[in-house]
């Protein structure tokens, strides 16, 4: 069988560095990659084709491609694009925007679907006090969607030019049969945290970064309240969710915008874990206003029940699996403690 072509954007990033290796595993893809820097050694070996530079100036690269499947990860998190903020969203919306056009434009025109993977976020929430957050329980997708950060913002608008272009486009809805629309799926991932990898810029990075620092035996300090809580992901869990998303049949699929959930802890419960498994680690707790405020606006923890009823979604990992059977023979593996 002929090999199917695939686009991962923001390939350099952590979930883009697991994505790339899991496809590969897998097998039968051509796996093109862009992202602003060069391939990492990790995956150098594993793209057939690297774009490297701002994706809004290399869009051209692709427009002769006859991608199967697109996996649009290229976003300025939300830490960093709560500082640069309008650059935020040339890249988090009109990179966005310039990929569903190009997608939308061949699926009319080849009349074959091409399939849009777009990770969302909890950021996509924001819930007005911390009052709010402590009652409200499991979020549902549609509930607290007023985001409180540009990247929020940016997720959330993606997600409706996401079912704009899938679903309305053209209004090609009203005559066409079938109509020949992109195929756009995304999910609301929480906190992701990887064994091998570190995140920048993002909010939730406390989780991980205490526990690669508790690993390395550094001292850590943390930048949200030890009480705060959200939900988090391991890695595999999140690159599971992406391929099983990515093989649903359309006709499981109710809607286009899905939550996730594994396990929902606070900055406490990490530090806890960390110095259990590392006893000389030092975690303190040094809130930063701004970032707090962001993790603040964000649900404890939100409900995944639909993604689990239409295409099967169960995470491997809750918190003791994440910790007893990923995180910390991996780390000790990595850092030989
Ligand atoms: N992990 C992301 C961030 O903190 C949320 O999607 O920005």
Same mark, same amino acid.
């Given at each position: 069988m002929a090999e199917q072509q695939v686009l991962v954007t923001g390939a350099c990033g952590e979930i883009g560095q697991a994505l790339v290796q899991e496809l590969s595993k897998r097998g039968g893809y051509r796996i093109v990659t862009s992202d602003y820097m060069p391939l990492p050694d990790s995956i150098k070996a594993l793209s057939a084709e690297h774009v490297q530079g701002d994706l809004l100036y290399k869009?051209?690269?692709?427009?002769d491609c006859d991608f199967d499947?697109?996996?649009?990860?290229?976003a300025s998190l939300s830490s960093k694009a709560e500082v640069a903020t309008e650059d935020a969203h040339r890249i988090n919306v009109e990179g966005t925007m310039q990929l569903l056009m190009l997608a939308a434009y061949r699926s009319e025109k080849y009349k074959k679907s091409v399939k849009f993977l777009f990770p969302s976020s909890i950021a996509a929430y924001g819930m007005p006090d911390l009052d709010s957050k402590r009652k409200?329980? /499991?979020?549902?997708?549609?509930?607290?969607?007023?985001?409180?950060t540009m990247y929020g913002c940016n997720k959330l608008y993606c997600e409706k030019l996401g079912m704009y272009y899938s679903k309305f486009y053209g209004q090609k809805h009203l005559d066409e049969q079938p109509p020949h629309m992109l195929d756009f799926r995304a999910v609301r991932f929480p906190g992701l945290i990887s064994a091998y990898t570190l995140p920048s810029g993002?909010?939730?990075d406390y989780g991980p970064e205490m526990l690669h620092a508790a690993a390395q035996g550094k001292d850590y300090a943390c930048?949200?309240?030890?009480d705060t809580k959200i939900s988090f992901m391991a890695m595999p869990d999140a690159i599971k969710s992406l391929l099983m998303l990515m093989d649903?049949?359309?006709?499981? /699929?109710?809607?286009t915008v899905y939550n996730l959930a594994a396990f929902a802890i606070t900055a406490e419960d990490f530090r806890q874990r960390a110095l259990k498994a590392f006893p000389n680690a030092k975690v303190t707790f040094q809130p930063n206003p701004r970032r707090q405020g962001i993790v603040d606006s964000w649900p404890e923890d939100v409900d995944d029940s639909r993604a689990r009823a239409d295409w099967g979604w169960m995470p491997d990992y809750d918190v003791d699996k994440f910790f007893d059977e990923y995180f910390l023979p991996e780390i000790r593996k990595r850092y030989g403690k």
């Open positions: 869009i051209k690269n692709f427009y499947f697109i996996f649009h990860l290229a409200a329980g /499991l979020v549902k997708e549609e509930e607290w969607d007023n985001p409180h993002g909010t939730s930048f949200v309240r030890a649903a049949p359309r006709g499981k /699929l109710s809607r």
